[in-house]
């Protein structure tokens, strides 16, 4: 029999007890991804269990988000207050401590089946129990584990009482709720009054959950603004020319999607400067001028974009802000496709009806359905009424239900059509996650603005198998962008794992977003990648000749740009792809995989790199750009920062020395250089020295942290003042 809830309450304790008589010793926990994790709610259940070795807890989850812990020394000195004032009391995950500690108790399991990027490799018992699955699947895949428990943080609305909003979370929760029966889920939620309210899907009936916990603050865990590197910028710009005027839009979260939302952006909005800058970097030489005229452009946006992304990063915010998020999607698939050929507008006119009778649009006869969907969208002023002979109008007169007849049709538009189509979307996405001022634009929106931005299910956005026909009618021009890490010279990506089966991060949706990309008409797949990393202080190729394991399979490979340009490998031959991949290939390993092409019979020994792309280097891009960091047209940080003026030529001076620092012969040089300064610069630094709390240093450590400082500080000066002049 069911245990019956209390409707709320503020007591911890109260909760845990009704679960332990509603669920016994075997409780299988599902939890939002990111920012909708009711942290207090979940800490409590955790240390429950670790009390109790007779229960057993399985915590079913993704993208599990604490706080950085800083290091010692001058990172620790440099982090320390920036992190109080970013993430203040954010009430930390307990089980994510006792991972990094290797104490989780033999009576829990912790399942993730997306991590936060590289957090969770080498920790033996996350990546035991990582949960390989398309987000897609994986509300199926919780319920087939038997998930008998769902906590969620959640919004209020004093307007709504008898309503909650899943705010950022509805991905997984509103699949889950429909596969598995009610009397087999307990559901708790926990109110978050910083939440956005976000309606529609996203919006859930209080009645709906078993407890709702009141009196739990819990402030939003808001992702820093960090700086976009030069590779990034580049990378950014090549894509913003490859979407569409009147398309759509996924693109994910970090440095890669803010370069590439700014360049939409300043295509936009600054066009003279955007072309300046596509001249500046020949642009022409490195994305395909037939490419970009076929499936994108350079101008502004007339028509502008919809998006349909599993993430809500704050780059759409940006997009909307500008101007470009601004095609409006209706859900019905007819009248899309009319909006779409431009046979009909938003601003319905005298003859819209009329155009909507011409293009089989309308019934003959009206029934209360059809009046009810024609009122949901606009087309029909509300307090229409109808039956099999009359369609009853607000002011009280009526008309013959034949919509056969003219002058029916006529007197319908003249007294009961709707002045603009409603319940239009400029989004759906599953999930949202970025900076504070992400939340606070938000949460500074009226509710009208709010419901252009549909929260959904992951179901959804993902997939074209909510209702087909209409996906493809709110998604024509799709670009799907996603960022990669590693990429075989004959297209295959490989994005989740290492070769030796270390899992970085997850699927999550990219596969079923290129998947996507082929099978809707005019889309395109845009796999991002930095062309090298840096490992153990040496440049490695993230292009390789051959890789152990694939995310995107080499059939589905489609568009790749790197800061080196886009190699479109499309219908292309194994050749082709190796030599377009080549191109877009840093220079330094060029040769090296020409060869392994050669060698294995996939390239003519005759074919060589083309002399415009054998000078792709680091140096290139920083030459190529700098013209445009003289101009204010790109930016360290585009779209604003959340660290102070000294804080921003703190973390250069820290990275330089960091970057220089990772040898004991070359940290021996940089100790020598600073102790060689004597604090010659110190008094020009005495505001970030002070933020560090090395403005006058007590013992000897001190002494040199301060030189150090001054020299990171003198030498990124001299770097940065080389890029801007």
Known sequence: MRSVAPETTAQLDDCLVWLRQRLGDHWIMGAPLGLGKPNHLVNAIYRYACADPSLKLEIFTALSLNPPKPASGLKQRFLQPFMQRQFGDYPRLEYLADLDRKAVPGNISINEFYFRSGTRLRDAHAQRHYLSSNYTHVARDMAARGVNLLVQMVATDAGRPDHLSLSCNPDVSLELLRRVPRQSLAYVVQVNEDL??????????????????????????????????????????????????????????????????YFTCLRHENNAAYQQLLRDVNADQRVSPNLREAIGGTRPFERGLYAASEMFMEGFLHLYQAGVLKRKVYDDAALQHLLNQGVLGENLASDSLEVLWQQGWLPRHLNTADVRRMTRLGVLQPGVECDQNLIRLADGSHIENDLTQAVNRHQLAQHALGKCLQGGALMHAAFFLGSQWMYDTLNGMSQQQRDLFQMTGVERVNQLYHGEAMDRAQRPHGRFINTTMKLTLLGAAASDQLEHGQVVSGVGGQYNFVAMAHALDQARSILMLRSHRLSGGRAVSNIVWQFPHATIPRHLRDLVVTEYGVADLRSASDEEVIQRVLCITDSRWQESLR???????????????????????????????????????????????????????????????????????????????????????????????????LLKPRTLRERLDRRLICLGLHSTQAASAGKKH
């Open 595 to 693: 060869q392994q092409a050669v060698h294995h019979g996939k390239l003519h020994p005759a074919w060589e790199v083309p002399p415009a792309f054998r000078n792709n280097s680091p140096q290139w891009v920083e030459q190529s750009l700098q013209a445009g960091y003289l101009s204010g047209a790109v930016s360290d940080f585009p779209f604003g920062s959340d660290f102070t003026p000294e804080e921003l030529q703190l973390t250069q001076a820290l990275r330089y020395l960091a970057s220089h620092g990772l040898t004991h012969f070359s940290r021996a040089g940089l100790v020598l250089a600073a102790l060689g300064r004597r604090g010659r610069y110190a008094g020009k630094w005495q505001p970030a020295l002070d933020r560090m709390g």
């Open 196 to 261: 956005p309210y976000m309606g529609g899907d996203a919006e859930i009936r209080r009645d709906e959950t078993d407890l709702v916990l009141l009196d739990q603050p819990q402030r939003l865990f808001a992702v820093p603004r960090m700086p976009v590197a030069g590779a990034d910028q580049m990378i950014g710009l090549h894509v913003s020319q490859l979407i569409a005027d009147g398309g759509t839009l996924q693109l994910g979260i970090g440095s890669l999607g803010d370069a590439v939302s």
